[in-house]
Structure formats: structure tokens, C-alpha cells
T-cell receptor, first 115, second 109 residues
């Protein structure tokens, strides 16, 4: 069974640009969550999508947005990039059940550098 | 709200030493608890999990027991190897995942 894939793996952008990251979940998984990982803030939850609807959202500005397609693939967009957006962006997929047991499987991440 | 606190690193050990990483949590209800590991340049991998009180999760020689009375989920391994060098994250699911800050472990030959 293929794991979670993220593209691209590395990205370099300049301030003010926008960027789109892609995530393909494990087959059969309907939930996709996005996280930002930085040395200073650690792992922070961005949002979760389930069946094409945003189900949970973290405390990030509106410049961060996402969407999910009918095949469960998800994209994350960051507009008007700032230097502080440089981070490893991780995507995780799960079956998406509403119980407390919610095992998530992570992709390798996209390393975004903003210059 | 839900939160996870884990011991700060970095932790440096010699091969075959005993490893313990403390993790405590705050949550309403009965969360599931996880340890994830991140090797250099990679994403997170689930190391072990426990879904209810007194459950013991184990994998690759690592163990952690869900202690509701002390709200803890400490990670232990009796004899570490160089290949165990990584960043370890404690997390809880209720159901959204909340992570601890991570503990960097370096094992020297």
C-alpha cells in the first residue's frame, strides 16, 4: 500500500509570492490534515479536511488555505509569502473517524524556503 | 484545552544505554496517546500507541504505558542503538492531534 505522498519535496519562493503544495493520502483515507513544523514553534496544526469539507482549523492567518478533492487529494495554498512561512509542511492522512482513536500517517513533507 | 508536555532535549546517550523520555498531558475525556519518531530529513512515523488507560504500547524495543492517574505516557527503551537517533514526539488525539515540542535524541557508538 503506497504511503502519503507530497509534492514538491522542496520549494524556494520569494516574499510576496504564493505557493501551492499537494498531498495524496493513503488509498481509502478520507481525512487529510496539514501541519507546519519550524524549529521555533514545533509542530502546529493548520487544518483538516474530510470529504472535501474543512472539519478543523488551527490558529493561522487567512493567507493559509486549503481544499480537498473528491479523490481525497488535498492542496494547501499560502498567499503573500512571508519570511516566517519558511518551514517543513507535513501532510497526514487517516480514515477520519470521529472517535478519539485517530491514527494519522504522515508524508515526508515539503520544505518551503522563503527568501 | 488539550496539551502535551515532554522533556526538553537534547538527550545524548551511548549505545546500549537506557532511554526514557517523559511525557505528560492535559486533556478532557479519554484521549488516545501516541509516540511519533522523525528521522533526519523525513516525515513523522508512528512508533507506538495506546488508546485507553493502562494500555502498553510497544514497538522496536520501545514501550510506553498510558497512566491516567498521573496523566503520563513516558517512552522507554532498555538498550538504544545509533539508529535510534531521531526526534521523538509525544502526541494525544482528542480527536485532533496535539504534539509535544519534541525531544532530540542522539546515540553515540
Amino acid at each position: 500500500k503506497a504511503g502519503v505522498t507530497q509534492t514538491p519535496r522542496y520549494l524556494i519562493k520569494t516574499r510576496g509570492q504564493q505557493v501551492t503544495l499537494s498531498c495524496s493520502p493513503i488509498s481509502g483515507h478520507r481525512s487529510v490534515s496539514w501541519y507546519q513544523q519550524t524549529p521555533g514553534q514545533g509542530l502546529q496544526f493548520l487544518f483538516e479536511y474530510f470529504s472535501e469539507t474543512q472539519r478543523n482549523k488551527g490558529n493561522f492567518p487567512g493567507r493559509f488555505s486549503g481544499r480537498q478533492f473528491s479523490n481525497s487529494r488535498s492542496e494547501m495554498n499560502v498567499s503573500t509569502l512571508e519570511l516566517g512561512d519558511s518551514a517543513l509542511y507535513l501532510c497526514a492522512s487517516s480514515f477520519g473517524g470521529r472517535g478519539t482513536y485517530n491514527e494519522q500517517f504522515f508524508g515526508p513533507g515539503t520544505r518551503l524556503t522563503v527568501l | 484545552g488539550n496539551s502535551v508536555t515532554q522533556m526538553e532535549g537534547p538527550v545524548t546517550l551511548s549505545e546500549e544505554a537506557f532511554l526514557t523520555i517523559n511525557c505528560t498531558y492535559t486533556a478532557t475525556g479519554y484521549p488516545s496517546l501516541f509516540w511519533y519518531v522523525q528521522y533526519p530529513g523525513e516525515g513523522l512515523q508512528l512508533l507506538l500507541k495506546a488508546t485507553k488507560a493502562d494500555d502498553k504500547g510497544s514497538n522496536k524495543g520501545f514501550e510506553a504505558t498510558y497512566r491516567k492517574e498521573t496523566t503520563s505516557f513516558h517512552l522507554e527503551k532498555g538498550s538504544v542503538q545509533v539508529s535510534d537517533s531521531a526526534v521523538y514526539f509525544c502526541a494525544l488525539s482528542a480527536p485532533k492531534l496535539s504534539f509535544g515540542a519534541g525531544t532530540t535524541v542522539t546515540v553515540r557508538a
